[in-house]
């Protein structure tokens, strides 16, 4: 037990801390009639009849800033915001070059290189028709690009197309008095799965295809994918990139004397409302919707 005697300020302190006690004691009860009347008050907000007067922005003499188009530099690259060089890579000489960034404006330059459409790739066997008698079908197949037919039965292995048929059945007519069609499963040995392929209906891959012209030169039209490569007396040109949405070709076009190619960005001229297909060895064009042309009969 701790005696008082031993701690000469613990009385000092009791005795403060009883005095600072009593004086609180005493001053809240002479203002406890001042905050009784304090809290009867009604307490609101007035409102003044006049209403301020709006306080108005400071104009900017100066106006909002503008930012300037850029200016091509001294080594030909015009250089805007975010504008990388674009990076392409060649497969035969497995290197990487860099070129001036794409021109994506609304007016295409002129490159010698017209962009008519973009369409799926054709699957590399097509279902023309068949021939024979009931329990003994033949089916009539045509590859793309390639002149002939291709007669098979069931258990026919294609040589070059990596394709086995498995199977060939009539399919319904599509109205009375019209012939029926016929329908092939073919396995696919490079993909592992098997193709439903229709001799009414065109069989394409997921896979995009730019149709191209010349304009000097070839007068054809011509058919790339993504790599091949289309030359001129002008100049050279390899499609760097397909794709269907938004539809635009990357293109990179090599000119004589020049050590790097120039990238360029095609958008197909032809009008909106219309598409290119293919039909046999045959270019036409049709509105979207309509059925695409069929393999020759």
Same mark, same amino acid.
């Given at each position: 037990?701790?005696?008082? #005697?031993?701690?000469?300020?613990?009385?000092l +302190?009791?005795a $403060?801390?009883?005095?600072?006690?009593?004086?609180?004691?005493?001053?809240?009860?002479?203002?406890?009639p001042? &905050?009784? @009347?304090? @809290?009867?008050m =009604?307490? $609101?907000?007035?409102? /003044?009849?006049?209403?301020?007067?709006?306080?108005?922005?400071?104009?900017?003499?100066?106006?909002? %800033?503008?930012?300037?188009?850029?200016? %091509?530099?001294?080594? $030909?690259?015009?250089?805007? +915001?975010?504008? =990388? %060089?674009?990076v392409?890579?060649d497969?035969?000489?497995?290197?990487? /070059?860099?070129g001036?960034?794409?021109?994506?404006?609304?007016s295409?330059?002129?490159i010698?290189?017209?962009l008519?459409?973009?369409? =799926?790739?054709?699957?590399?066997?097509?279902?023309a028709?068949?021939?024979?008698?009931?329990?003994?079908?033949?089916?009539?197949?045509?590859?793309?690009?390639?002149?002939?037919?291709?007669?098979?039965?069931p258990? !026919?292995?294609?040589?070059? *197309?990596?394709?086995? *048929?498995?199977?060939?059945?009539?399919? @319904?007519?599509?109205?009375?008095?019209?012939?029926?069609?016929?329908?092939?499963?073919? !396995?696919?040995?490079? /993909?592992?799965?098997?193709?439903? *392929?229709?001799?009414?209906?065109?069989k394409?891959?997921?896979?995009?295809?730019?149709?191209?012209?010349? /304009?000097?030169?070839?007068?054809? *039209? @011509?058919?790339?994918?993504?790599?091949?490569?289309?030359?001129?007396?002008?100049?050279?040109?390899?499609?760097? #990139?397909?794709?269907f949405?938004?539809?635009?070709? &990357?293109?990179s076009?090599?000119? %004589?004397?020049?050590?790097?190619?120039?990238? !360029?960005?095609? !958008?197909?001229?032809?009008g909106?409302?219309?598409?290119?297909? &293919?039909s046999?060895?045959?270019?036409?064009?049709?509105?979207?919707?309509?059925?695409?042309?069929?393999?020759?009969?």
């Amino acid at each position: 037990m701790i005696r008082w #005697r031993q701690i000469p300020g613990a009385k000092l +302190v009791c005795a $403060g801390a009883a005095a600072a006690l009593m004086a609180s004691i005493g001053w809240t009860w002479r203002q406890a009639p001042q &905050l009784r @009347r304090l @809290r009867s008050m =009604p307490v $609101g907000i007035r409102f /003044s009849a006049e209403r301020a007067a709006p306080v108005q922005p400071r104009k900017n003499e100066a106006g909002p %800033p503008v930012w300037t188009e850029p200016v %091509p530099a001294a080594d $030909g690259w015009t250089y805007d +915001v975010f504008t =990388p %060089p674009e990076v392409y890579y060649d497969a035969a000489s497995q290197r990487f /070059s860099v070129g001036p960034p794409a021109k994506r404006g609304k007016s295409e330059p002129a490159i010698g290189l017209e962009l008519l459409a973009i369409k =799926p790739e054709p699957y590399r066997l097509q279902l023309a028709g068949y021939v024979g008698v009931p329990g003994e079908y033949v089916g009539a197949f045509v590859t793309p690009n390639r002149p002939g037919s291709i007669l098979a039965r069931p258990g !026919h292995r294609f040589a070059g *197309l990596g394709l086995i *048929l498995r199977s060939l059945e009539l399919s @319904r007519a599509p109205a009375p008095g019209l012939e029926p069609g016929v329908e092939a499963v073919v !396995h696919d040995e490079i /993909s592992g799965i098997d193709v439903t *392929l229709e001799s009414r209906v065109r069989k394409f891959t997921d896979s995009p295809m730019a149709v191209v012209r010349v /304009s000097s030169g070839d007068p054809g *039209l @011509r058919e790339l994918r993504t790599g091949d490569t289309i030359g001129s007396a002008a100049a050279a040109y390899r499609i760097e #990139r397909i794709q269907f949405d938004p539809p635009e070709v &990357l293109v990179s076009q090599q000119l %004589p004397g020049r050590a790097e190619p120039e990238m !360029h960005v095609l !958008h197909p001229s032809a009008g909106i409302d219309e598409q290119i297909s &293919l039909s046999g060895d045959r270019l036409a064009v049709g509105r979207p919707g309509a059925a695409m042309a069929s393999v020759a009969k």
